[in-house]
């Protein structure tokens, strides 16, 4: 079955600096790949998603990048706020398989003011 | 409020017991999904739901089963508890097409989940 393997699992930064979360997967099947945030005792929550037609997408300050030959992806935060600190998840799936995702192991993002 | 519902949100109990675990999707979402979220295994997949029918499993014990009733809401049994089967299940809908098979997979919407601690 797929593997998610995220790095690194804790990251912190000084407010505005970039972050960057890397993911690797191992089903060259997968087609899917979004990123989820969830704070402290929340529920996860999509942020961005990308799927294998492209190699990168932007929303405002996050951007995400995906290397099909490479299988690896990455979440790219620029000019972080103190709000960004929570714990980041990628993920994967075959696009046929809905949204059954397997997801990496998770970062904790902390964002010193 | 992402529109998922789930209930209860606390739940201890001791082990060898059983419980069960409510969810009501968002309005108009046809297709449930269960994840377990534990410190030592992450955010794992268990099982989907489309419109009543078992579409997919995932990491799901035996001792574990669900259904999806006709009015969408969806339930999770747990059995004969064991103490690492402490964590935090959620729930999560999105809209999918029948198949499954033609790409049409929207956003995956979470609940805010159940913590189930078993002493």
């Known amino acids: 079955g797929e593997n998610v393997e995220q790095h690194p699992s804790t990251l912190s930064v000084q407010e505005g600096d970039s972050a960057v979360i890397k993911c690797t997967y191992s089903d060259s099947a997968s087609n899917y790949f979004p990123w989820y945030k969830q704070e402290l005792g929340k529920r996860p929550q999509l942020i961005i998603d990308?799927?294998?037609?492209?190699g990168e997408k932007k929303d405002q300050r996050i951007a995400v990048t995906l290397n099909k030959t490479a299988k690896h992806f990455s979440l790219h935060i620029t000019e972080t706020q103190p709000e960004d600190s929570a714990v980041y998840f990628c993920?994967?799936?075959?696009?046929?398989?809905?949204?059954?995702?397997?997801f990496g192991g998770g970062t904790r993002l902390m964002v010193k003011p | 409020d992402s529109g998922v519902t789930q209930t209860p949100k606390h739940l201890i109990t001791a082990t060898g017991q059983r419980v069960t675990l409510r969810c009501s999707p968002r309005?108009?979402?046809?297709?449930v999904y269960w994840y377990q979220q534990s410190l030592d295994q992450g955010l794992q997949f268990l099982i989907q739901y489309y419109n009543g029918e078992e579409r997919a499993k995932g990491n799901i014990l035996e001792r574990f089963s669900a259904q999806q009733f006709p009015d969408l809401h969806s339930e999770l049994n747990l059995s004969s508890l064991e103490l690492g089967d402490s964590a935090l299940y959620f729930c999560?809908?999105?809209?999918?097409?029948?198949?499954?098979?033609?790409?049409?997979?929207?956003?995956?919407?979470f609940g805010e989940g159940s913590r189930l601690t078993v002493l």
């Open positions: 999560a809908s999105s809209v999918e097409s029948k198949s499954g098979t033609s790409g049409v997979v929207g956003e995956l919407f």
């Open positions: 993920a994967a799936s075959i696009n046929n398989a809905g949204n059954m995702l397997t």
């Open positions: 990308i799927r294998s037609n492209v």
């Open positions: 309005s108009g979402d046809l297709s």
